[in-house]
């Protein structure tokens, strides 16, 4: 977003003027950002075939994703129900990847009947597969207990995750494959969000490519995600260009060894979309106390969890007074609980009425959102080709009641 005499503006359209005709709380969504992130890696990555697959629990609108297949390409799902999502976007199963954790077997029955690849991360799941569908190519979520993770809630890679068979697991896995005649294709890990650098990737990388060796039919190999993107200016974040150069380059020497080009697969959430989104809200009321100046405004943790979930920060300035004096806020929501979206915010000087924007808003926000204090979610809007595109209307009453039945 730049700021152009006094206004801000993003793709050239006047954000306060869409903000007056969409009304917040708004998500405001700049697909340009998207594809860009997307051409980052496809360079970066110099490999025979490189599969990336977008993690759509971080956003999840349809018209989005739908953008995402015609950029040709693929979608990683936690759900049932995000595959179902993903085939009414038009994705072919093919492109679908399926990377679930503590799922019944009877989603992982539905799964296999939607014909999507499926990275297992449960021992007894691949002995299901085994006896009920051989045959069926399975994936292997393995889990290198590779520390990682910029917050606790956040790093899934270490002894006490609950994510992934664990690497010392192998030799029983492999027992498994050898008994059950399992069609392992692929090995999966993922170390958690926020992994800060390329050496922590390569290390794990190393680890992937030692329980590969043990396996003679892979046809991919999955890195999962945890790039990092900044939040602020001094942020750390994951160098891709410096990562897809590394990884490239051991994942190359490791398909020569192996004697065969194996696919190699991303998984990014955060990375293809944080940037691309912001979150527009008004303020309500300046709340003087003893002790604090409180810009409290139209939304709360029911939209925009992460401040107060994984003590996420978010930039936030003023779009209606750029140029205010700069003074220090507790920016806070209006739901009936502690929703701090910012603490000691020096923030160009808030008066009620004003719009703040809440950038790195792609990611992780919309698709946490809730109904608590049965307030209703925001509109979401996309800038794409030019146009500006409603592509979530706010909700109403009539959504919070629909399946609450009547009694007579
Ligand atoms: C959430 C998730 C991702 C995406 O992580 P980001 O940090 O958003 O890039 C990738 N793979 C799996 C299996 C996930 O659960």
New binding site residues.
């Given amino acids: 977003m730049e700021l152009q005499n006094g206004h801000y503006t993003l793709q050239g359209f006047d954000v306060g003027e869409l903000v007056s005709r969409y009304q917040t709380p708004l998500y405001l969504y700049d697909t340009s950002v998207i594809q860009h992130q997307i051409g980052r890696l496809q360079k970066a990555f110099d490999v025979p075939e490189l599969g990336i697959h977008f993690?759509c629990?971080?956003l999840n609108n349809i018209h989005i994703l739908k953008l995402m297949k015609d950029w040709g390409i693929g979608l990683?799902t936690?759900s049932i129900q995000e595959i179902w999502i993903a085939k009414r976007a038009g994705f072919p199963p093919e492109r679908i990847l399926y990377?679930p954790n503590c799922v019944g077997t009877d989603e992982i029955e539905m799964a296999i009947q939607e014909g999507v690849q499926i990275n297992v991360d449960h021992i007894e799941t691949l002995e299901y597969i085994g006896h009920h569908h051989p045959g069926t190519k399975v994936g292997i979520r393995i889990n290198p207990h590779v520390m990682a993770g910029g917050h606790e809630k956040l790093s899934v890679g270490h002894i006490d995750s609950k994510f992934g068979i664990s690497i010392y697991q192998l030799p029983l896995v492999l027992r498994l494959v050898d008994a059950l005649k399992l069609r392992v294709n692929g090995l999966h890990m993922?170390t958690g969000?926020d992994i800060l650098d390329s050496g922590v990737f390569r290390l794990a990388a190393e680890i992937l490519f030692d329980a590969a060796r043990k396996f003679s039919d892979l046809e991919f190999i999955d890195f999962?995600?945890?790039?990092k993107v900044a939040y602020k200016a001094d942020d750390v974040y994951t160098d891709v260009e410096e990562l897809g150069q590394v990884l490239s380059e051991s994942f190359n020497n490791f398909c020569r060894e192996y004697g065969k080009p194996l696919k190699l697969y991303l998984?990014?959430?955060?990375?293809l979309v944080s940037e691309a989104g912001y979150f527009l809200v008004r303020t309500n009321v300046i709340k003087q106390t003893p002790s604090t100046v409180f810009a409290g405004v139209d939304s709360g943790l029911n939209h925009l969890i992460r401040p107060m979930f994984y003590d996420a920060y978010h930039h936030i300035f003023n779009l209606s007074h750029p140029l205010g004096k700069p003074r220090v806020y507790n920016i806070v929501g209006y739901i009936c609980e502690t929703d701090t979206f910012a603490n000691n915010r020096v923030v160009a000087e808030i008066r009620p009425g004003d719009i703040l924007c809440f950038k790195n808003a792609g990611?992780y926000c919309y698709t946490m959102s809730s109904n608590y204090n049965s307030r209703f979610r925001p509109a979401e809007v996309m800038l794409h080709g030019g146009r500006d595109h409603l592509i979530r209307e706010r909700e109403t009453l009539e959504d919070l009641l629909r399946h609450q039945q009547e009694l007579i």
């Fill in positions: 993690a629990k971080a990683d936690v990377t993922h969000s999962g995600s945890g790039i998984e990014p959430g955060k990375f990611a």
